[in-house]
């Protein structure tokens, strides 16, 4: 028989009971809509990691300052005066893997505006905390070596500090009091958006770091430095270099441990890059257990359908059509069962997961390649689970077949 023939045959037998076809589709639909979900919601969490690590950078190098061993104790003995601001000279000048670092100040503090107070963490920093970190000023400028030099009481701040002290406004040019000391806002960053551990990168101001240790800080001194790599370096060589040359600042002895931590970010983001894929692959497992589910009940329809049209086989055998037409005509059934049920599933997956991104705000990705690999999944389905019923109609015997009451 030519494949439309079969086809036809298959609608018209499927439809002599539509409320058993449609249950039967509905298994489908419930496994590939939970398996189209899951993938959406994975696939949207990978992209956020990706866009998280293309915005805030994967080759930059926290250090800070860890105390001393003495006497099989670790002592915090007070961080030295300048410590970490020579040590990022001295990174930047002997280090050919790193091409930029800087002593890092962080105090939260009451931030008052002409339009509003609001606290927030204010940063110390050099210039080349812009590059390190990837930060982008959309308005204004960056603060520089003469605003250093001049301990000019000048600041950068994030749209979400920005939105909170002056609403609409851009509040380039304004002043703000920090600490009851007045700085100008001479620059205005592009937005980072929220971290994988939930953290509000634009919710930040950046000072200069010697304006910052002057009129802010108090007694509260640095002691964390960041760095970065240089481009196309590898990071355990930048890594090590920085560890070799504070060793040697700190005249630390070849038997005594590090009186610093050094955190790498490229660590922490392929960390939680693995533990998303981990996540997503279980996620599509547990998913996949309804489509199999729908794949069981595929394959009992197809045999309640075999034992009830058992004399319809037997006239068929009779007037001339063979075991491989009965076989392809059952697995043409199943075929299209699971066909509607992929294309319906994709659909449903498809509303849910604008649902889900709508009332959660989780970030989802529905691609085309979906809509394919949900019609060919559930096409493989119903030919797995198809085979049996319609291999078992083909080997009826023809007058047993008649005589079936």
Same mark, same amino acid.
């Given at each position: 028989? #030519?494949?439309?023939?079969?086809?036809? &045959?298959?609608?018209?037998?499927?439809?002599?009971?539509?409320?058993?076809?449609?249950?039967?589709?509905?298994? *489908?639909?419930? =496994?590939?809509?939970?398996?189209?979900?899951?993938?959406?919601? =994975?696939?949207?969490?990978?992209?956020?990691?990706?866009?998280?690590?293309?915005?805030?950078?994967?080759?930059?190098?926290?250090?800070?300052?860890?105390?001393?061993?003495?006497?099989?104790?670790?002592?915090?003995?007070?961080?030295?005066?300048?410590? @970490?601001?020579?040590?990022?000279?001295?990174?930047?000048?002997?280090?050919?893997?790193?091409?930029?670092?800087?002593?890092?100040?962080?105090?939260?503090?009451?931030?008052?505006?002409?339009?509003?107070?609001?606290? @927030?963490?204010?940063?110390? @920093?050099?210039?080349?905390?812009?590059?390190?970190?990837?930060?982008?000023?959309?308005?204004?400028?960056?603060?520089?070596?003469?605003?250093?030099?001049?301990?000019?009481?000048?600041?950068?701040? =994030?749209?979400?500090? #920005?939105?909170?002290?002056?609403?609409?406004? #851009?509040?380039?040019?304004? @002043?703000?009091?920090?600490?009851?000391?007045?700085?100008?806002?001479? !620059?205005?960053?592009?937005?980072?958006?929220? !971290?994988?551990?939930?953290?509000?990168?634009?919710? *930040?101001?950046?000072?200069?770091?010697? #304006?910052?240790?002057?009129?802010?800080?108090?007694?509260?001194?640095?002691?964390?430095? /960041?760095?970065?790599?240089?481009?196309? &370096?590898?990071?355990?060589?930048?890594?090590?270099?920085?560890?070799? *040359?504070?060793?040697?600042?700190?005249?630390?002895?070849?038997?005594?441990?590090?009186?610093?931590? $050094?955190?790498?970010?490229?660590?922490?983001?392929?960390?939680?890059?693995?533990?998303?894929?981990?996540?997503?692959? +279980?996620?599509?497992?547990?998913? %996949?257990?309804? +489509?199999?589910?729908?794949?069981?009940? *595929?394959?009992?329809? /197809?045999?309640?359908?075999?034992?009830?049209?058992?004399?319809?086989?037997?006239?068929?055998?009779?007037?001339?059509?063979?075991?491989?037409?009965?076989?392809?005509?059952?697995?043409?059934?199943?075929?299209?069962?699971?066909?509607?049920?992929?294309?319906?599933?994709?659909?449903?997956?498809?509303?849910?997961?604008?649902?889900?991104?709508?009332?959660?705000?989780?970030?989802?990705? $529905?691609?085309?390649? /979906?809509?394919?690999?949900?019609?060919?999944?559930?096409?493989?389905?119903?030919?797995?689970?198809?085979?049996?019923?319609?291999?078992?109609? %083909?080997?009826?015997?023809?007058?047993?077949?008649?005589?079936?009451?």
């Amino acid at each position: 028989m #030519s494949p439309s023939i079969v086809l036809s &045959e298959a609608f018209r037998s499927l439809g002599k009971n539509k409320v058993r076809t449609a249950l039967s589709v509905l298994g *489908i639909v419930i =496994g590939i809509a939970a398996v189209i979900t899951m993938v959406a919601v =994975g696939e949207g969490a990978r992209r956020r990691v990706e866009r998280e690590i293309a915005a805030l950078g994967d080759d930059w190098i926290m250090v800070a300052y860890w105390g001393v061993q003495r006497g099989g104790a670790r002592r915090q003995q007070g961080i030295p005066r300048n410590l @970490t601001s020579g040590d990022a000279d001295a990174i930047e000048r002997e280090c050919s893997a790193i091409r930029a670092a800087t002593p890092v100040n962080r105090i939260s503090f009451q931030v008052v505006s002409s339009y509003g107070n609001y606290q @927030t963490s204010v940063h110390g @920093t050099r210039p080349a905390y812009f590059d390190i970190r990837r930060l982008e000023v959309i308005d204004g400028r960056e603060f520089n070596a003469d605003d250093m030099r001049m301990l000019g009481k000048v600041c950068c701040m =994030g749209i979400t500090a #920005s939105r909170e002290l002056f609403g609409a406004m #851009s509040p380039v040019g304004q @002043t703000v009091r920090i600490n009851r000391v007045a700085f100008e806002v001479i !620059g205005l960053l592009g937005p980072k958006g929220v !971290g994988s551990d939930g953290r509000d990168n634009d919710d *930040i101001i950046l000072a200069p770091f010697t #304006s910052f240790e002057r009129y802010l800080a108090g007694r509260e001194g640095s002691g964390t430095l /960041m760095a970065a790599a240089a481009y196309g &370096e590898d990071m355990a060589v930048a890594k090590q270099q920085l560890r070799d *040359i504070l060793r040697q600042r700190h005249r630390l002895a070849d038997d005594e441990d590090d009186d610093f931590r $050094i955190f790498d970010r490229s660590l922490t983001m392929q960390a939680n890059a693995e533990a998303t894929r981990t996540f997503n692959t +279980l996620l599509t497992m547990i998913a %996949s257990i309804s +489509l199999l589910v729908g794949g069981v009940g *595929i394959m009992n329809i /197809m045999l309640v359908s075999v034992t009830e049209r058992t004399r319809e086989i037997g006239l068929r055998m009779a007037i001339g059509a063979d075991a491989h037409h009965i076989l392809e005509q059952f697995l043409c059934e199943a075929v299209v069962l699971c066909g509607m049920g992929g294309l319906l599933g994709f659909g449903f997956g498809w509303g849910v997961s604008r649902f889900v991104s709508w009332h959660y705000g989780w970030d989802t990705v $529905i691609s085309h390649w /979906m809509a394919a690999l949900a019609v060919a999944f559930a096409t493989a389905v119903g030919l797995f689970f198809g085979f049996y019923p319609a291999w078992r109609a %083909s080997q009826l015997d023809p007058i047993d077949a008649l005589r079936y009451e």
